[in-house]
């Protein structure tokens, strides 16, 4: 990638591009016969200047239709997920009986194009921009010999429950229907953000820090400084104990614990540090709540999301269906704002009762609870309703936004006990 492409203008320069291929995708037109049709060769050079691709980013046929290949590189079994497009939902029965992580093979992908392969041997990282003094091109070895920090975070997707609104609130939202399993936990290994930032001689006047996606759209999001230099705010390459899948953006992803999935940038290759506020697609158009009430906010077209709140959910199938009689129940509840303090569950109309919570209960990470629960023939709803240790609780109703973010209203599981 040239340095050049650092100029506001170039910057333009490849939002444009974004914004033209997508129209192309919309309309069925390949990559390679994009860049023949608009003979862009910045965008190829960006492409394999930060790391050979193992597989083309799309491939097409002779006649120019994308022969549409698996937009994941893990097997997405029926058991296990929920498809909704490029994106692979977890089932939340599949996490009954588990620890406290979600396994690798569980974890839910969501992607806006699909899964690139990058090979970590020519994967470079570069961290450029105003807002460090020395300029940094690092290989995979040279980064992971920066810092070894492993935390136990979640990383939910901003439109996690999103079905809701059309389902329990009457008001569909634009998006993938997501019912609860757009969430994941994992122990996570890298290297501090802050510490790569400090190697380039970051500027106490640098004010917005960018990961950038090596993906087709090059998902990009910042985040101010203070949060990029927080000690778990990491530059991650390991998951659960495992090399980070391709599917969540090896080599190198970045976490932003407690921030919307957009911000946990995948297949990063640079990272951009700027003296000024920096926009994306991600903090202007998406991710931002649009609707009745929510005014523009400068470039952005509503309030930006950053944080996620208090969200639970059961360890059944959807709907489920049980054998009457005694059943232990099991659900986990999280927040990204504080430790869960208390479940409450609820059968039908029937009174409020506290859910029994398990250890470990990490602040900002989950918490698995269960009850029991005597089983009567018959349909009925079974609710959980979590409070964090900073008050926060789910309420019984969501504010509508457009897009469908950060529904975290009380959720009503259909159980047909027969
Ligand atoms: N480069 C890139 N990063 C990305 C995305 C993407 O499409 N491309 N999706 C984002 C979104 S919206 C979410 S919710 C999380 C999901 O992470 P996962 O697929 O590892 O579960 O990755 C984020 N990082
Ligand atoms: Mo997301």
């Known amino acids: 990638m040239q340095q050049g492409q650092l100029r506001e203008s170039d910057y333009d320069h490849e939002r444009f591009e974004e914004r033209v291929w997508k129209l192309a995708r919309d309309r069925d037109i390949g990559r390679r016969r994009f860049f023949e049709l608009v003979g862009l060769a910045s965008a190829g050079g960006f492409l394999t200047g930060c790391g050979r691709l193992d597989a083309p980013a799309n491939s097409t046929t002779t006649t120019g239709t994308p022969a549409a290949p698996s937009p994941w590189v893990k097997p997405i079994p029926e058991d296990k997920f929920i498809i909704h497009k490029t994106n692979a939902e977890m089932r939340w029965e599949q996490m009954r009986g588990r620890g406290y992580a979600t396994p690798n093979e569980l974890f839910f992908i969501r992607n806006h194009t699909k899964t690139v392969r990058i090979d970590r041997g020519s994967w470079r990282l570069r961290v450029q921009g105003s807002g460090v003094a020395r300029p940094l091109d690092l290989g995979y070895d040279e980064l992971v010999k920066l810092g070894q920090t492993t935390v136990t975070r979640f990383v939910e997707c901003a439109g996690n429950g999103r079905v809701f609104f059309g389902e329990a609130q009457g008001h569909k939202a634009e998006g993938s229907p997501w019912r609860l399993g757009a969430i994941g936990v994992a122990q996570w290994t890298g290297v501090p953000l802050g510490a790569v930032l400090e190697r380039a001689g970051v500027k106490p006047t640098a004010r917005d820090v960018m990961p950038v996606g090596l993906d087709e759209l090059m998902v990009r999001r910042p985040m101010p400084l203070a949060k990029a230099m927080a000690d778990d705010t990491l530059l991650v390459y390991g998951m659960n104990g495992e090399d980070l899948p391709p599917d969540h953006g090896a080599p190198v992803r970045a976490l932003v614990p407690g ?160």
Do not use: C
């Open 259 to 418: 921030w919307v999935g957009a911000a946990n940038v995948k297949w990063v290759g640079k990272v951009e540090v700027s003296e000024q506020p920096l926009f994306s697609d991600w903090n202007t158009t998406s991710y931002v709540l649009l609707g009745p009430g929510y005014q523009p906010q400068g470039p952005a077209k509503g309030p930006v999301l950053t944080t996620v709140g208090v969200k639970s959910a059961l360890e059944l199938p959807w709907p489920a269906t049980m054998t009457p009689g005694y059943q232990t129940v099991s659900g986990r509840s999280w927040s990204a704002t504080g430790r869960i303090h208390q479940v409450k569950y609820r059968v039908d109309d029937g009174p409020w009762r506290p859910a029994q919570l398990k250890t470990p209960n990490e602040p900002a990470v989950w918490t698995q609870w269960s009850f029991d629960w005597d089983a009567i023939p018959g349909s009925h709803a079974l609710r959980a309703r979590a409070t964090d240790d900073q008050g926060n609780t789910q309420p019984d109703t969501w504010p509508f936004n457009q897009q469908g973010y950060l529904y975290g209203a009380v959720v009503a599981h259909p159980v047909m006990v027969a």
